[in-house]
């Protein structure tokens, strides 16, 4: 049985010279949503975070984005489930994915870090990884050695139209998003290539 998504977090760096970067896809992700909503965020001390809420009808969900950097993304989101009484089940995180291709995106549920520095303080931090996750595919730089100024680094104009695509098709489906149906979003956006 699906529950409602109280929690939907975007993962990415502060500032505006991370702003555009792949790295930062989590927060594009997440600002295209709530401007499609009509909502602004507000910053917010006690989470270390920017955040929003969305009301409307059964709905009821809080928007946030971390300000502490990508590897301490945990803090806000430990801070908001505690606060809020909310569930690992009810939370969505959004983030760049390296082992997709540019322009894919694919739900999944719970799972390990995969070595995203971002992922990887949530799951310390709340205790475990049962959260539902959107990842961004911004492909791979072909070395491993490459991957830090990769994702650090702002897509090309057709990459970045490609995110950007793959990022308004699922927000298409965000009535799904929000009641937490993730299996019905997996059998509709993971088959799908760009």
């Known amino acids: 049985m699906s529950k409602p998504l109280k929690l939907i977090v975007g993962l990415g760096n502060p500032g505006p010279e991370h702003l555009m970067t792949r790295h930062n896809a989590g927060f594009w992700f ?9 909502l602004n965020f507000n910053t917010d001390k ?14 009821d969900c809080w928007f946030c984005k971390p300000l502490t950097y990508m590897n301490e993304s945990g ?12 569930a690992v089940d009810e939370v969505l ?14 739900f999944k549920i719970g799972g390990g870090h995969g070595g995203q520095n971002g992922l990887r303080d949530i799951i310390q931090k709340i205790g475990g990884n049962g959260f539902n996750r959107l990842r961004v595919g911004i492909g791979h730089p072909g070395s491993k050695d ?3 100024g990769y994702v650090l680094s702002r897509p090309n104009r057709e990459d970045e139209e490609h ?10 489906d965000r009535d799904l ?18």
Request: with cysteine; aromatic share 6%.
């Open 93 to 106: 995180v959004i983030h760049d994915e390296i082992d997709l291709d540019v322009g894919v995106a694919r």
């Open 46 to 59: 006690k989470f270390s975070a920017e955040t929003c809420r969305f009301q409307q009808g059964d709905i």
């Open 30 to 38: 997440i600002d295209a949503l709530t401007r499609h909503l009509g």
């Open 146 to 148: 490459k991957v830090v």
């Open 177 to 194: 998003i929000f009641k937490g149906e993730i299996n019905k979003l997996m059998n509709s956006h993971n088959q799908k290539q760009r």
């Open 75 to 86: 803090t806000a989101v430990q801070a908001m489930m505690s606060y809020y009484k909310i």
């Open 163 to 172: 995110i950007l695509n793959a990022i308004a098709a699922v927000i298409d």
